[in-house]
């Protein structure tokens, strides 16, 4: 929610991870704490990281790996007869043969033992999967579905008991283990802090911080405030706004990457909301916004950008931020149905998946840079998410929907973006923009296949014949 905060550390390089002694039952359980890979992750959303078809295709080409082995094995036996029948002539080819014949035979059975094991993994992931599809349609009331789900459940478990115990630990494990890195960052951060007063200090604050976040993180994953859901509407009218517009920044032309969407955003200056009208070659006209994050810590100042609208649009109300936005792309000259590609940090990343949710536009695309909320946009939608696990902001969340959610080709990008402890945290390094921007660049060099529906968009508006540039300040009053 928050926008740009001071760049640079506010504490020496001793408050890092790794200069700090931790003892005692509190460095115990920082230690045992699993911990988050600190590289980027992309997947399909939902409480599964991984892609079930592709386990399943892996699976398939060990199994013709097998096939293949068998093949030559059954090959081999011919020379292998000759050769025993010249044994005293060609015995060490023989020899050879016969080792060659068996490691063949081991290397084809570990095949078929990694099919088997990857299959096995698909089957519970799918299992997970549907176990979360199946609470969203009880909770919709869609009872067919939900029967239908339930009975594919069912045949799976049965014929899979292994799996279905496994589908089980893995959703536990994603419940406790979600926050796994805001709690590490938040118990070492006490410690670097109450170090300063003293040890037992130090093992108390750390502690004290560790447990308050696993219980924040709880309460968020339990409560759900974060997750929208796919007839989530705001509530309320926002009250009067003044647009005024400002000159854009310089980047000319359709964005083809997510790096050239971060050099788009506002928010460093005046400019609250950039918005880009498409002229596409059958005459049709698309639309992209970009909106800034939160700008002024105030409750109900001059900029809509700020704390106020944090909380009503948190608590499912309209903001004038919100209305500042709409009011921007009406002036920009979009209308109810015309395509949107909404982009947005923060605050701006709620407005643009309340965008989506509202049903004003045909939005397209939702691509949100550390977005407190977790938006089901239905399957009409692009929705590509980026957030920090370090990140408190986009903890807010609380981790995501258990299902995924968004068009075919929708995924969430996650990674630990500073590992920094101490008292630099307050300044939430993880949920900067330029942070995103890091992350943003490591998905666009990336080589997963998931990435090319995001990039399609940028193509289709690359095809452009026109693009209008406005770029929107904005007061209350």
């Not at 509530?235 to 005024?244: D, I, K, M, S």
Request: contains cysteine.
């Amino acid at each position: 929610m928050s926008g740009e905060l001071p760049e640079g550390d506010l504490v020496p390089d001793a408050g890092r991870k790794g200069d700090v002694d931790v003892g005692g039952s509190l460095s115990e359980m920082v230690e045992a704490w699993p911990r988050v890979g600190t590289g980027l992750e992309i997947r399909g959303g939902g409480a599964v990281a991984v892609d079930t078809g592709s386990l399943r295709r892996t699976a398939a080409l060990f199994v013709a790996a097998e096939a293949e082995l068998d093949a030559v094995c059954r090959r081999l036996g011919t020379p292998q007869g000759v050769l025993l029948s010249l044994r005293e002539q060609a015995w060490d080819a023989f020899s050879s043969t016969t080792v060659l014949f068996q490691r063949l035979v081991e290397v084809g059975a570990e095949a078929e033992s990694i099919a088997a094991a990857l299959r096995e993994a698909a089957i519970a992931y799918e299992l997970v999967e549907l176990n979360a599809e199946h609470r969203v349609a009880v909770m919709a009331g869609d009872h067919a579905r939900a029967a239908a789900i339930d009975e594919r459940m069912t045949h799976l478990s049965e014929q899979h008991p292994d799996a279905w115990g496994k589908a089980l630990g893995l959703e536990f494990d994603r419940a406790v283990n979600w926050p796994g890195e805001l709690v590490r960052q938040a118990a070492e951060s006490g410690l670097v802090v109450g170090s300063e007063v003293g040890g037992p200090a130090g093992v108390g604050i750390g502690a004290a911080m560790g447990l308050g976040t696993i219980a924040g993180a709880a309460v968020l994953g339990i409560g759900g405030q974060g997750l929208l859901s796919r007839d989530a509407r705001l509530t309320g009218q926002a009250g009067p706004v003044t647009l005024t517009t400002v000159r854009p920044v310089a980047v000319a032309g359709a964005p083809q990457s997510l790096a050239a969407v971060v050099q788009r955003m506002p928010g460093a200056g005046e400019s609250r909301v950039r918005v880009e009208r498409y002229t596409m070659p059958d005459g049709s006209k698309q639309f992209a916004v970009y909106i800034a994050g939160m700008q002024s810590f105030a409750y109900g100042g001059n900029d809509p950008w700020d704390n106020r609208a944090n909380h009503e649009l948190f608590t499912g109300r309209e903001s004038e931020s919100f209305a500042a936005t709409k009011q921007a792309l009406a002036d920009a000259g979009a209308e109810p149905g015309d395509v949107v590609h909404a982009f947005g940090h923060s605050q701006g990343a709620m407005i643009g998946s309340h965008l989506a949710l509202e049903g004003d536009y045909d939005a397209r695309t939702l691509v949100t840079f550390g977005s407190p909320v977790a938006a089901d946009v239905g399957t009409s939608t692009l929705s590509v998410t980026l957030r920090h696990t370090d990140d408190p902001v986009a903890a807010l969340a609380g981790g995501g929907h258990n299902a995924p959610v968004g068009a075919p080709g929708s995924f969430v990008a996650e990674r630990v973006a500073d590992t920094g402890i101490g008292l630099e945290d307050a300044g939430v390094p993880g949920h900067r923009m330029i942070a995103y921007a890091e992350t943003a660049a490591l998905i666009d060099a990336s080589t997963d296949p998931r990435v090319d529906g995001l990039r399609e968009v940028f193509d289709e508006l690359s095809a452009a014949e026109s693009v209008e540039v406005t770029e929107y300040a904005a007061t209350r009053g």
